[in-house]
């Protein structure tokens, strides 16, 4: 939002413009009134846009890429690590890295038990089919981005992205009008994964309130919870703004829900037969989900050790 304004405003911006504090203010105050809508069937078109906008800008971003030229000073020579041991612990972290990027799947059972299910026509069935053609998609995002990140900056890359790159690199060569509906296309994307991600925690809010008072959640109640966690969720990014650098470990403690506990739950639901097919590959796959937690739960740890962690509490960029 923060270089949307600047791109936007241009010259003509203030010379006292916000913060960012400011907007992450400006930010959460937006989400608090999107979160207002009750459930995940409620935000269906909220959702059907923050794909359409991941699908745009993901596009945008790396055909402008290539599209221009490269910096002179491009190397796309391997980073240099002092041992073996090194270089493996930062591909478990990168992996890490991944895996927490692709965190939103651990709500595929979320979203699976709102849709309407029975013997005939069970939910798994259109949802197998869903999470196909979301996948192809995100297949048809990520690939490009980073095959193309990779050409049009190579070790170049900054911290922030190939939209942190554009706009470092190319401010000057991409009409700003292109450049600043690419920045646009991302706050309205973050808006709607914020309502996506938050909903099962304001379903176990309300869920938590109805048992202990066994009456309905008021709609008061029910927007005091999503107004309390919006700024609770704001509070956090501005005090801890350091918890980006934990990604790799926290991709590696979350992987289990994804990778692991799906497979446990199949072999104690559906009871396979002890020794059978089924019953050793679910087990082992689940088993090979925990490994790679450990993994890459090394490998955020080991790349905390060497590179060190900055806590800069209340301090965010």
């Known amino acids: 939002m923060k270089l949307f304004f600047q791109i936007v405003c241009g010259p003509l911006c203030t010379s006292n413009p916000l913060t960012t504090v400011e907007w992450y203010l400006v930010f959460t105050c937006l989400c608090v009134v999107l979160s207002q809508l009750p459930n995940l069937n409620s935000i269906a078109g909220l959702s059907l846009i923050g794909a359409v906008t991941a699908i745009t800008y993901s596009t945008m971003v790396w055909v402008l890429s290539v599209s221009q030229p490269r910096p002179a000073t491009i190397s796309y020579e391997p980073l240099s690590m002092p041992s ?61 981005i980073s095959i193309g990140g990779f050409w049009a900056y190579g070790k170049l890359m900054p911290p922030g992205g190939m939209l942190a790159a554009l706009y470092e690199f190319h401010i000057n060569d991409i009409p700003r009008g292109l450049l600043a509906t690419a920045f646009l296309l991302v706050v309205f994307n973050c808006l709607s994964s914020f309502q996506i991600y938050s909903m099962p925690a304001f379903d176990s809010f309300e869920a938590g309130y109805t048992s202990r008072t066994n009456k309905p959640c008021s709609v008061w109640v029910r927007s005091g919870f999503r107004v309390f966690f919006g700024f609770v969720s704001f ?83």
Not at 128 to 133: H, I, Q, S, Y
Not at 285 to 309: D, K, P
């Open 235 to 317: 509070f956090i990014g501005v005090a801890l703004p350091f918890l980006s650098s934990l990604a790799g470990l926290l991709g590696g403690l979350t992987l289990p829900v994804t990778f692991a506990y799906p497979c446990f739950m199949w072999v104690l639901i559906k009871k396979p037969a002890k020794c059978s097919f089924s019953w050793y590959f679910h087990w082992g796959l689940g088993w090979l989900g925990v490994a790679f937690s450990l993994a890459f739960s090394i490998g955020g740890i080991s790349s905390m050790v060497t590179q060190g962690l900055k806590l800069k509490f209340f301090s965010p960029n």
């Open 84 to 144: 073996v041991s090194g270089s493996l612990f930062s591909v478990l972290n990168a992996l890490g890295i991944v895996a927490f990027a692709f965190r939103g799947h651990n709500l595929v059972l979320e979203i699976q038990s709102t849709m309407p299910s029975t013997f005939k026509h069970p939910a798994h069935v259109p949802m197998w089919r869903g999470a196909k053609v979301a996948y192809f998609f995100i297949a048809l995002c990520i690939f490009p």
